[in-house]
């Protein structure tokens, strides 16, 4: 924790136990001009001052310091995608998450359409720029989709849902590449390309519904209904011939993971707010 969030946390925990800034200053024996600065967020305490303070609010702020120095010393790809977030950075993580899952969600709705014209028609021009559009907005947003779920995973230590997530993204990244890539072409290679997608997709998609019934213990009801949704997505997507049925219950799916990653945060948010109160 670094300013101002260290100062607004001390001035936080001094009115919930319902003490002024002189009454708190005098438990210290610290200048109430330092104390106000330290709340405003303009300067750092001392570590001996912040010792004080700790010990009067009861509330072990070395603990939040050392995990945002931590965080701080890790690199960008090991904070996303490698080692286990902290309570915050799960928080920020799902936030991110379901707010890429609302535009996924939205761009699913055409993605499907053009999928299906494509693959038993030809795009003309200005339908394909569209196609380009929303392919790119689906491996972007997906990416911020999934990789709040591969947080979960190594989170809570789920590793069948951190694998299936980051298996979903590659594959996300890799199929609809080669679909940008080979737009202007429509042969046999094509509607395979079509049905290695389905089929891919949908081995993934049941890897990760069982990786979500593994977290229903710690979010609840949530992820069993998003876990059997997303099964029975992915078993319909590799038996082919009910891809049509996937591709309706898709949507229910991921509106059922939006609200489980907004209930994640939610749950993580809480967390952080309340990490240490009990002392």
Known sequence: MKQPELGQKIASLRKIKGLTQEELCQACNINIRSLQRIENGEVNPRAYTLKLISEQLNYDFW??????????????????????????????????????????????????????????????????????????????????????????????????????????????????????????????????????????????GIFFGIGLARTESTVGNTAKVAAILEIAVGVSFVVIITAFVGLVLIFPAIIAEIVLLHKVQTMFDKSTAELNFAN
């Open 63 to 204: 603990t939040e310091v050392a995990a945002t120095q931590a965080e701080q010393k890790k690199s960008w790809w090991d904070l996303n995608f490698v080692s286990a977030p902290s309570d915050r950075t799960m928080a920020q993580h799902a936030r991110w998450g379901w707010i890429g899952g609302i535009i996924y969600f939205l761009l699913t709705i055409p993605d499907v359409i053009m999928g299906v014209w494509r693959y038993t028609d030809s795009l003309d021009s200005a339908a394909s720029i569209i196609y380009v559009l929303v392919s790119v907005g689906i491996i972007l947003s997906s990416i911020l989709f999934f990789r709040a779920f591969s947080s979960l995973g190594r989170k809570l230590n789920q590793s069948i849902l951190t694998i299936s997530s980051y298996l979903i993204m590659l594959l996300i990244i890799v199929l609809y590449g080669y679909d940008l890539v080979t737009l202007n072409f429509h042969s046999w290679s094509t509607e395979a390309m079509g049905i290695m997608h389905l089929m891919s997709l949908g081995f993934a």
